[in-house]
T-cell receptor, first 111, second 112 residues
Framework: AAGVIQSPRHLIKEKRETATLKCYPIPRHDTVYWYQQGPGQDPQFLISFYEKMQSDKGSIPDRFSAQQFSDYHSELNMSSLELGDSALYFC??????????FGPGTRLLVL | GQQLNQSPQSMFIQEGEDVSMNCTSSSIFNTWLWYKQDPGEGPVLLIALYKAGELTSNGRLTAQFGITRKDSFLNISASIPSDVGIYFCAGADTGTASKLTFGTGTRLQVTL
């Protein structure tokens, strides 16, 4: 069965650079969620979109923005990167009444 | 904010043993889910619980949604080496389409 696709899987950036993470949800899933997981931590909710509109917002820094496109894929844009942004970033997708299924994640390292 | 406390934090067990872990919350959730995460990978859904008091099984896994809606437990019977990983509980407020609040995780290691 098709799963959530995330790209890139690994990303290395320097401080103050920008990064764009992409998420392709499971076909026919219209809701996407972004989570950040620091080393040894549990995933923390950042932001979610339903039918291309932001549906909920968590602890997402103002330096980050995200959107969902007409084909339901989503992008997380991260600017002015800091060392503390180094983490695993997960995207999950669900149907409106469905359960969240997670992608394999993007490992971001900020040097 | 909401907090989910998971226990134990880690456990070492022998192959064939049964495992039990639980999750408690300071507030009510309407949905409880259990995920397993391997290092560097995304959480994989194990069991979803939608009603208070619900008891659900998935193979060797059994989970229950506490009657108070503030807790849940996961049991793994007859553990095998591939059960190694980190197990997270997660709660959702208003249905499964809402954001998840994760527990602190239980690291399981299985020895032969």
């Amino acid at each position: 069965a098709a799963g959530v696709i995330q790209s890139p899987r690994h990303l290395i950036k320097e401080k103050r650079e920008t990064a764009t993470l992409k998420c392709y949800p499971i076909p026919r899933h219209d809701t996407v969620y972004w989570y950040q997981q620091g080393p040894g931590q549990d995933p923390q909710f950042l932001i979610s979109f339903y039918e291309k509109m932001q549906s909920d917002k968590g602890s997402i820094p103002d330096r980050f923005s995200a959107q969902q496109f007409s084909d339901y894929h989503s992008e997380l844009n991260m600017s002015s990167l800091e060392l503390g942004d180094s983490a695993l970033y997960f995207c999950a997708s669900s149907s409106p009444s469905g359960t969240q299924y997670f992608g394999p994640g993007t490992r971001l390292l900020v040097l | 904010g909401q907090q989910l406390n998971q226990s134990p934090q880690s456990m070492f067990i022998q192959e064939g043993e049964d495992v039990s872990m639980n999750c408690t919350s300071s507030s009510i959730f309407n949905t409880w889910l259990w995920y397993k995460q391997d290092p560097g990978e995304g959480p994989v859904l194990l069991i979803a619980l939608y009603k208070a008091g619900e008891l659900t099984s998935n193979g060797r896994l059994t989970a229950q949604f506490g009657i108070t809606r503030k807790d849940s437990f996961l049991n793994i019977s007859a553990s095998i080496p591939s059960d190694v990983g980190i197990y997270f509980c997660a709660g959702a407020d208003t249905g499964t389409a809402s954001k998840l609040t994760f527990g602190t995780g239980t690291r399981l290691q299985v020895t032969l």
